[in-house]
């Protein structure tokens, strides 16, 4: 049997092609509200498939949030999955935020039901927190290692809360965020033309010279457009590592909603200056 292409090639080419740029699907409640729609299965429904249908066949990078599906029950799962397999089959990589983090057989189940090819949430990769340790973490590395899927681990995240933990010392001195993405780039090691296991590094937080982010994986990086930040801000934050940053922008695309023509213009748009941002960095 052939071994599936990983995610860090295929993450690359889909960057290359078509922008470094990834949109959220978040359905808020006060978005579907923005958008006419009510607050219900129905709602989200028409949300879901609408944002697919404007970006699935052009950006790299599409990223559900959970949460807001699950919040429906399995009526909005069911959502989900459609909307997972359909942006799939549109080309768009799907990254799965759903920051899952646990021990054992526990995590091993979470791997399985967002890494495994056939769950019927299969996502190409999946955000995980590694604060029960990252050795906790060890299932879901190793089945998206077996069907070619990756991770975003939870790093240096642009929440202030994070700060207390992210930044503490361990007794080599060394902080826990920095543990985290030393542990990333030996995941990474060797792979060409980049690995299968990037961090979460918020765009909002400066300068992050401090932290050695060349861990030869992607960079997840939030905070692009409603939290401030813009495509200009990411060489200065990410450094020699911009090359590898993949911008997530939810609300500054999906305010422009319903509207496809809207929606696919406003992507189009921060697509091009992240490009540009990127390459002059």
């Known amino acids: 049997m052939t071994a ?36 219900d299965v129905a709602g989200l429904e028409r949300f879901s498939r609408t944002v697919v249908e404007a970006m699935a066949d052009r950006v790299a990078v599409l990223k559900p949030q959970s949460a807001f599906f699950e919040r429906f029950g399995s009526r909005g799962l069911a959502v989900l999955e459609k909307s997972v397999q359909e942006a799939r089959a549109a080309g768009a990589l799907v990254v799965m935020d759903a920051k899952r983090g646990d021990i054992g057989s526990t995590m091993a189940a979470y791997a399985e039901a967002f890494l495994h090819p056939d769950a019927p949430l299969f996502s190409d990769a999946l955000t995980v927190s590694p604060y029960l340790g990252y050795g906790s973490l060890g299932p879901a590395v190793a089945l998206a290692r077996e069907s070619g899927a990756g991770l975003f681990v939870l790093a240096l995240t642009s929440n202030p809360e994070g700060g207390e933990v992210q930044h503490a010392l361990r007794a080599d001195g060394r902080s826990v ?19 299968s296991f990037g961090a979460v590094v918020g765009a909002t937080l400066g300068d992050l010279s401090g932290y050695d982010l060349d861990i030869n994986g992607p960079l997840l990086a939030p905070g692009i457009g409603a939290q401030g930040a813009t495509p200009a801000d990411l060489p200065a934050v990410f450094g020699t590592a911009v090359g590898n940053v993949v911008p997530n922008v939810s609300r500054g695309v999906l305010r422009h909603g319903p509207d496809v023509g809207a929606l696919r213009a406003a992507a189009g748009r921060f697509a091009e200056e992240i490009r540009t941002a990127v390459a002059g960095g």
């Open 4 to 39: 599936p292409e990983p995610f860090g090639v295929r993450l690359r080419r889909a960057m290359d092609e078509r922008g470094p740029l990834c949109v959220g699907i978040d359905p808020h409640a006060s978005l579907l509200a923005e958008w006419g729609l009510a607050d």
């Open 177 to 195: 965020a920095a543990t985290v993405l030393a542990h990333l780039a030996a995941e990474n090691a060797g792979q060409e033309p980049l690995g």
